[in-house]
């Protein structure tokens, strides 16, 4: 179906579609970016609910699409807001689940489709995994459509009572390329000056400092590479709650590890680093093994949830909380490069077969119209 005829369900004007973001996860941010501008360009009218800080990250509304700041709460003004926004959508799309629970709130009492793309699942122990469990099935069971980024999660989502399940295409939004001038070699050395790894191999982990990650593993294989000359540098971007007790470990511990805190410019780290690590406890399509791959940077990652699918044998994979072997994945690396050079050329192979942005809004639009276009009377 062309732009110009891909119209509401009442054939009036264009479909209008609501995207429901939380804004604290940088790949299911990422992903409604790239379809945002997907969407619009094929004449969908987008308006973004998110945080305004992921606005200003993301840029929605540079896509496209009109924005409404609807912070990461269930609170009663959070629900009206995103209740008003969504008031005269043919079609709402949440992605995560704190966000499609809030979506699921906002309908309540409306006929409006729900699309929910279920990207990572939140690990929680306690009282709050209980209540994890509970907003799961709540979702699953009002969403119109449940797209889930790996086959586990799709199996997952029918166990806890979706109606419809499917397997998503998500598509990272691809590299960035360097501007005519910028020399590739002068910026991989800028990069390691800037992060102390001058003379000595990088080592480059992305990701919110939080136990789902595994950086107390990373840290205890700093110990055992530590035997190497020189010695690697680990560095670490990011943000959360366990940096004063990272922080802490390191300095005791003597590591060379460095936590940077959150940066903008990840790609550009990533591409001058060595190595780059995914230490894992469970990842979907993980942000950070995407982007290695596409930068030809060799990985070490968990063999975990949807990291064995999504890099095929384009990566060392060692079993999760298992210090030994990552450090033993990592030098045997730093010692073999021709192994280095193989898993770039695999990676780039392994990218390839990925599902690429126009499929993924293909996908999505696909979705779209069979819940939306008017069906022929029998």
């Known amino acids: 179906m062309s732009p110009a005829s891909r119209t509401s369900p009442h054939g009036q004007s264009p479909l209008r579609t609501v995207q429901v973001l939380g804004g604290g996860n940088a790949g299911s941010s990422a992903h409604v970016r790239s379809l945002t501008a997907g969407l619009v360009a094929r004449g969908v009218r987008v308006t973004v609910c998110a945080p305004v800080e992921a606005d200003h990250t993301y840029d929605f509304t540079g896509a496209g699409a009109d924005h409404v700041h609807v912070p990461r709460s269930s609170d009663p003004v959070a629900v009206a807001t995103l209740r008003a926004a969504c008031a005269d959508a ?7 689940l704190h966000a499609s629970f809030r979506a699921v ?8 489709p729900l699309v929910v793309t279920w990207h990572n699942r939140a690990r929680a122990e306690g009282a709050r995994a209980h209540l994890l469990r509970v907003l799961e099935r709540r979702v699953m069971r009002a969403a119109t459509v449940v ?14 009572g979706a109606r419809d399940a499917r397997l998503a295409a998500v598509a990272l939004p691809g590299p960035r390329t ?3 001038h910028d020399d590739p070699d002068r910026l991989r050395s800028k990069a390691r000056a800037e992060l102390g790894a001058t003379g000595r191999p990088l080592l480059m982990a992305v990701g919110s400092l939080d136990r789902q990650r595994g950086y ?8 055992l590479w530590c035997r190497l000359d020189p010695v690697p540098l680990l560095v670490i971007a990011g943000e ?12 005791d511990e003597e590591l060379p590890v460095r936590l940077i805190g959150r940066r903008d410019d990840v790609r550009e780290l990533l591409a001058a680093a060595d190595i780059a690590l995914l230490s894992s406890r469970w990842e979907s399509r993980s942000v950070l093994a995407q982007e290695a791959l596409h930068a030809r940077v060799p990985l070490v990652a968990t063999a975990v949830g949807g990291v064995p699918d999504l890099v095929g044998d384009a990566a060392e994979l060692v079993p999760y909380a298992d210090a030994e072997a990552l450090a033993g994945a990592v030098v045997r690396l730093l010692e073999d490069p021709e192994r280095c050079r193989e898993l770039k050329d695999r990676g780039t192979r392994q990218a390839a077969t990925w599902p690429t942005e126009d499929e993924t809004v293909a996908q999505v639009l696909s979705v779209y119209d069979e819940l939306t276009q008017p069906r022929p009377l029998p």
């Open 216 to 223: 107390d593993v990373l840290l205890d294989a700093a110990h």
């Open 240 to 251: 959360g709650p366990l940096r004063p007790v990272l922080q802490r470990r390191i300095e």
């Open 105 to 112: 709130m906002a309908l309540s009492g409306r006929r409006t």
């Open 178 to 180: 360097a501007a005519e």
């Open 147 to 160: 797209l889930g980024t790996t086959s586990d999660l799709v199996d997952r989502a029918r166990r806890t």
């Open 90 to 96: 043919d079609l709402v799309h949440a992605h995560g």
